[in-house]
């Protein structure tokens, strides 16, 4: 069949859920038999997310072939079970960087540059390329921001222009809010009336509309928005608060959303989407009574999309052991010495966090000492690896000066030194160790024990690494490196000898746990959770 293209657009206020309902609607035609993948265009100038700090942006997200993406790809993979690429998440920055290079080089003969029809077919041929693999039935991509916002201009122009080209195999889906007043006591619709009226001006006919509600909408409402948006009144679907993202693809498929788009596409379907093991996953989650206490050790503990991934990754692994994830954020800055104890006492398990840079980093070498000493199951990724190498260093083997060259740059015991690939690097943007690299585990490790193979692949993101030359005397003390690069040689994975579970891994597997595939190491660091809790 010819590839179909669904575009999801936003009106009236960003963050009202684009990406759980572009996730949820390539959930529901996955269950359909169908191929999908999903795009994302975001229309900031950085060239990808590698550069924004997590206050901007949230979690920065690794592709397998390397690509630093929104946070939404997460989402993607974590519902449709299917690894994104570069390719499915394209910057304004990328766009514009193509397009210069192009007339740099002289491929447009001397004509103007323009962003119709240069950046407008730059936008096109992206969303195109992915079709034209032969791989996909449907392409979803998503819009970021808000209809009406500069920076998106030039992309609703090219969805525009889809829409003329593709005739039925391009459909467009808004999704709007429908704020309740409370002194009113009421829905009120204008604010989704007036984004369709700014969609339309832009030459886009929506075909489905999407209501982002708290509160229940009336079937009188959903009437009243058909006939002022020009949309079929069964294609108003509404989407209001649900106790978990991952009930969404069934909310929509009560309302026969998935139908909706393959009638409009004109694609042939009969049946019902197989949503047997999505349904096991929510069965589990909502007849689980007892709960699992982990604590999240960082500095970015008010901003939760900063860990995004990390809470998803343990919330999938508690939800196959039956358990309700409790997930206390704590502020790696103002953790000591004096406070730890209180702070700890009453978890059954710690994940140390990743991140940059110095701030909040002795916190994190107090919670580290705690648990090392109690014998807490703690979960060190990428920093909170390094972490756990530094206070092990400094409290074991008594160099007390040791530290990373990031944070002590003249530290006289650089357990963890920057990668000699990245000393000669000036250029912070994607240049990293960043995407899939194999790892070989050791025979009877932890590690090993969880994933139940030998060589494995994870995503990484990071530039500095266990020091070498202190692997030997590390190893002797009780910290074994279990997990090694078999190209180079580089430490992925550290265990702390006669302790129930203190792992730490250089890479990061949380971008590797969906909703029908758990990550292995999240799902064995809370099965030894519960079985240190029980005995």
């Known amino acids: 069949m010819e590839t179909k293209y669904i575009f999801v657009t936003g009106g009236v206020v960003s963050s009202l859920g684009k990406g759980i309902i572009s996730s949820s609607l390539a959930r529901l035609l996955l269950s359909c038999g169908f191929k999908v993948t999903i795009l994302k265009f975001d229309p900031y100038i950085n060239i990808d997310s590698g550069t924004l700090n997590p206050y901007e942006h949230g979690e920065c997200y690794v592709t397998a072939d390397g690509h630093e993406a929104d946070l939404d790809l997460g989402h993607y993979e974590r519902f449709s079970n299917i690894e994104t690429s570069r390719a499915n998440n394209i910057t304004a920055g990328r766009i514009y960087q193509s397009v210069i290079n192009k007339e740099r080089r002289g491929d447009y003969l001397g004509k103007t540059v323009q962003v119709v029809p240069h950046i407008t077919d730059e936008i096109k041929r992206n969303v195109k390329a992915l079709g034209e693999t032969g791989r996909y039935d449907f392409v979803i991509t998503e819009i970021g921001g808000v209809v009406g916002d500069i920076e998106s201009l030039p992309f609703i122009e090219a969805v525009r222009q889809l829409k003329w080209e593709l005739n039925r195999n391009c459909v467009c889906v808004h999704l709007a809010y429908v704020p309740y007043i409370s002194a009113a006591k009421e829905l009120k619709t204008k604010p989704t009336q007036h984004s369709v009226k700014q969609l339309q001006e832009l030459g886009i006919q929506p075909d489905v509309l999407v209501l982002r509600t708290e509160h229940e909408v009336s079937p009188e409402i959903r009437k009243k928005i058909a006939l002022f948006c020009n949309v079929e009144e069964d294609a108003v679907i509404r989407s209001i608060d649900v106790p978990t993202i991952y009930e969404v693809p069934l909310m929509l498929h009560e309302q026969r959303f998935e139908e909706i788009l393959l009638r409009k596409t004109a694609t042939a379907y009969t049946g ?11 069965n589990h989650l909502y007849n689980a009574t007892s709960e699992v206490r982990i604590g999240l050790v960082g500095k970015y503990v008010e901003l939760q999309d900063a860990y995004k991934s990390i809470g998803e990754a343990l919330l999938h692994a508690a939800v196959y052991h039956d358990r309700k994830l409790n997930l206390r954020y704590i502020s790696s800055e103002k953790l000591n010495d004096g406070n730890v104890k209180d702070t700890l006492k009453e978890l059954d398990g710690v994940i140390i966090a990743p991140g940059f840079g110095q701030r ?51 530290t006289p015991y650089n357990v963890i030194d920057m990668m000699e690939a990245q000393k000669a690097i000036s250029n912070l943007g994607g240049t990293m160790r960043l995407g899939a690299f194999n790892c070989m585990l050791q025979e009877g490790s932890i590690a090993a024990r969880a994933y139940g193979k030998m060589l494995i692949s994870e995503r990484h993101r990071h530039r500095f690494e266990v020091n070498d030359d202190y692997r030997e005397r590390l190893e002797a003390a009780g910290m074994k490196c279990t997990g090694v690069n078999p190209e180079t040689g580089l430490v992925e994975v550290i265990e ?16 590797n746990s969906t909703v029908l595939r758990p990550n292995p190491l999240f799902m064995d660091f809370i099965r030894a959770v519960l079985e240190k809790k029980n005995n």
């Open 272 to 282: 019902e989407p197989d949503l047997k093991e999505w349904n096991g996953f929510l």
């Open 496 to 511: 702390l000898v006669g302790k129930t579970w203190f792992v730490g891994t250089q890479y990061h597997p949380e971008y």
């Open 360 to 410: 909040g980093v002795e916190g994190k070498f107090s919670a580290l000492k705690w648990c090392r000493e109690h014998d807490m199951p703690t979960f060190g990724i990428c920093l909170g690896m390094q972490c756990m190498v530094i206070e092990f260093a400094r409290n074991v083997l008594g160099l007390k000066e040791a530290d990373s060259t990031e944070m002590n740059p003249a």
